[in-house]
């Protein structure tokens, strides 16, 4: 069994910059930080399986001026949608399965490893979609916007979770969700684009969890090879 896995900043997931009023002496230094990021797209490989995209950060990112839940849990909600491109370019044959799953790890404190935002769960909607590519080079960014997704057609990729729930990792545990899956024992897996689209982003966090300031976690896609 093959398997991809890819995390690190281009998967980072900027989380619930939860600001609470105060009082501050004029005197006192005061420290604010911004996160500078970059990431970059796989090469194509032919004949093989791969990402061609995952969603850059800012696709998870729910801003920095929220109030901390206090009494109730709050939901966090993002605009917009999500999507994770894979590529088989394999030669199409009986047997070619894979499958894409995501992890979520601990979302902590920016200023404070140690504080630990409990409890907080990332949501949203998965469908399997195409990537039509009109470019032919499969470099488009995909939305819905741009031609580059349509309704499922030509993939045969399967949502195998519509309502998502992606928990945090403890210190020794992550807990994957499977998300996609194409090819099932005896049938051939279609050669060519899947598109994974996310909708209805929202992030959970549960009342009296959250102190002032940036928590942030990563989302570790993977995609293994099941044949």
């Known amino acids: 069994m093959k398997r991809k896995v890819l995390a690190g900043l281009l998967a980072s997931v900027s989380v619930l910059g939860l600001c609470l009023s105060g009082t501050t002496a004029l005197a006192a230094t005061q420290e604010r930080s911004s996160d500078a990021t970059i990431g970059f797209t796989e090469p194509i490989v032919p004949g093989t399986l791969q990402f061609r995209h995952i969603p850059v950060s800012n696709a998870?990112?729910?801003?920095t001026s929220n109030a901390a839940p206090t009494g109730s849990n709050g939901v966090f909600n993002k605009t917009g949608n999500a999507y994770v491109v894979i590529q088989d370019d394999r030669t199409e044959a009986i047997g070619n399965q894979w499958a894409l799953s995501a992890s979520l790890s601990q979302i902590t404190h920016v200023s404070d490893p140690l504080d630990v935002l409990?409890?907080?769960?990332?949501?949203?909607?998965?469908?399997?979609?195409?990537?039509?590519?009109?470019?032919?080079?499969?470099?488009?960014?995909?939305?819905?916007?741009?031609g580059t997704i349509g309704n499922q057609s030509d993939s045969t990729a399967v949502?195998?979770?519509?309502?998502?729930?992606?928990?945090?990792?403890?210190?020794?545990?992550?807990?994957?969700?499977?998300?996609?899956?194409?090819?099932?024992?005896?049938?051939?897996?279609?050669?060519?684009?899947?598109?994974l689209e996310m909708s209805g982003i929202n992030m959970t966090v549960v009342q009296d969890t959250a102190n002032a300031g940036q928590y942030k976690g990563t989302i570790t896609w993977s995609l293994n090879d099941l044949v």
Request: proline letters at 6%; aromatic letters at 8%; hydrophobic letters at 30%.
């Open 60 to 63: 998870f990112d729910f801003g």
């Open 118 to 146: 409990s409890g907080a769960t990332l949501r949203f909607t998965g469908a399997s979609r195409d990537y039509l590519d009109p470019t032919n080079d499969g470099m488009t960014p995909p939305a819905a916007g741009n």
């Open 159 to 195: 949502a195998t979770t519509t309502n998502v729930v992606l928990n945090q990792a403890t210190s020794s545990q992550s807990f994957p969700v499977e998300l996609l899956r194409d090819g099932t024992s005896g049938a051939s897996s279609r050669e060519g684009y899947s598109a």
